[in-house]
């Protein structure tokens, strides 16, 4: 039933609370039938809410170019961008211009592009104090904005509902079933997503199953190997069984020189041989296989993580409904596949982590896995299609693994599937 004057949240909350944890895919279907209903009506609703006056988006950032093209596609125009950073000042964005907050004209609706709540009531004094009215408005677009987000999260997980509901008939245990629907769930509603995620998580992360821990003389694989940090967490979990090889795979340069430090100090900690850890400046590919997609998911509710150095994950801020890059090297020259770099070892696990890239990273080592079954963590939570493709194509590879999923994180990040062969 549909309440007139409701809150999208408002309308699912009994819903929310009662399907807090769902434990079947029947329950999953009948949680989303509902998020449906709800979210059109809330859109119908709140689209004839807005008034008159230039629309204003004030925040340039990643929330706020989000939310213009999300209006864009409902086509609800947006005037301009305004921002406290004057860098912006006199820039564009979205092809919009972004100006000072003392150049919004008095009959404008500014609504407020940043969640976090004490840096948004700042800036609400501060358009209060220039005679600008913000919190309704701010409330509607952003209402607007997250139904329309779910929306289209729903058409577009529904276009590979069977492949989802394939993987979730491959996990081999109830608990990675249940986490399955949940993470599922999370992502697709957007609401509640730290409680679920809270309490869905666990430690170990890349290690979570016994299967994963004590390895006899072990060739570990570390792609994404980032600073050393996992290899070192290997190095903790694995040494009384014993390590034969450790290859991590880092393509960042100004990270790989930390990742060789570190490996070194490693060495030295653990008095392991010299070269019993091979630091390789290099990112894991595979061959350019363009993946098919009925429907094209949308931006996945993330923050935007920007650093000075590359090979780091970024979001971009690209036309609403469109693919996100999500890696990005020093040059195409420092990419291998582990197939052809790798050829003739043995291999024991490999742990692949790569921002987005993981699916092509596994494209690159097929014949490896063919070939020795190794353990397998590799992360699924860089792109929605992850939760589907990665699982599907492994199984493709080897049918006989095992397989299992834990969460290892309070937030969207850090969903590991687990393989192994019994």
């Given at each position: ?157 529904k276009a590979h509902w069977a492949d989802f509901q394939r993987v979730y008939e491959l996990l081999s245990d109830d608990l990675s079933r249940k986490i399955y629907l949940n993470v599922l769930k999370a992502r697709i509603s957007l609401f509640d997503q730290c409680r679920i995620f809270y309490m869905l998580s666990e430690g170990a992360t890349y ?216």
């Amino acid at each position: 039933m549909v309440i007139e004057n409701q809150t999208l949240e408002g309308a699912l909350r009994p819903h929310l609370n009662h399907f807090f944890m769902v434990n079947s895919w029947d329950e999953l279907n009948g949680f989303l039938a509902v998020v449906q209903e709800q979210s059109e009506a809330s859109l119908r609703r709140d689209l004839g809410k807005i008034g008159g006056g230039p629309l204003i988006c004030f925040g340039a950032g990643y929330n706020g170019n989000l939310m213009v093209r999300v209006l864009n596609s409902l086509g609800i125009n947006v005037s301009m961008f305004a921002d406290n950073d004057s860098k912006r000042w006199g820039s564009a964005s979205c092809a919009l211009p972004v100006v000072a907050p003392e150049e919004i004209r008095k009959n404008s609706q500014v609504f407020i592009a940043i969640y976090d709540d004490k840096a948004k009531n700042a800036i609400g004094l501060q358009l209060e104090k220039l005679g600008l009215s913000w919190q309704e408005p701010t409330r509607l677009i952003q209402q607007i904005c997250h139904a329309k987000l779910i929306s289209d999260s729903l058409v577009a997980f529904k276009a590979h509902w069977a492949d989802f509901q394939r993987v979730y008939e491959l996990l081999s245990d109830d608990l990675s079933r249940k986490i399955y629907l949940n993470v599922l769930k999370a992502r697709i509603s957007l609401f509640d997503q730290c409680r679920i995620f809270y309490m869905l998580s666990e430690g170990a992360t890349y290690w979570a199953l016994p299967e994963f821990r004590n390895i006899p003389d072990a060739t570990f694989v570390d792609i994404g190997a980032f600073t050393g940090d996992t290899v070192e967490s290997f190095l903790h979990n694995n040494l009384p069984a014993g390590v034969r090889k450790i290859h991590a795979f880092e393509p960042c340069s100004e990270i790989f020189d930390i990742l060789e430090k570190n490996a070194a100090l490693l060495t030295e900690k653990f008095q392991l041989p010299a070269n019993l850890i091979s630091c390789h400046n290099s990112a894991v590919t595979g061959p350019g296989i363009v993946e098919e997609s009925k429907v094209e998911f949308p931006p996945m509710n993330l923050p935007l993580f920007q650093t000075h150095v590359t090979g780091t994950a970024v979001i971009a801020a690209c036309e609403y409904g469109s693919e996100l890059p999500m890696m990005a090297f020093d040059s195409q020259d420092n990419a291998c596949m582990l197939d052809t770099c790798l050829d003739g070892e043995k291999i024991d696990f490999i742990k692949i982590d790569v921002e987005g890239g993981d699916l092509k990273s596994l494209r690159g080592a097929a014949n490896i896995i063919k070939k020795q079954a190794p353990r397998l963590s590799v992360a699924i939570y860089h792109h929605h299609r992850d939760l589907f493709s990665i699982p599907l194509y492994i199984h493709s590879l080897i049918p006989e693994y095992t397989m299992s999923i834990r969460h290892h994180s309070a937030d969207i990040f850090d969903t590991i599937l687990y393989c192994h062969v019994r």
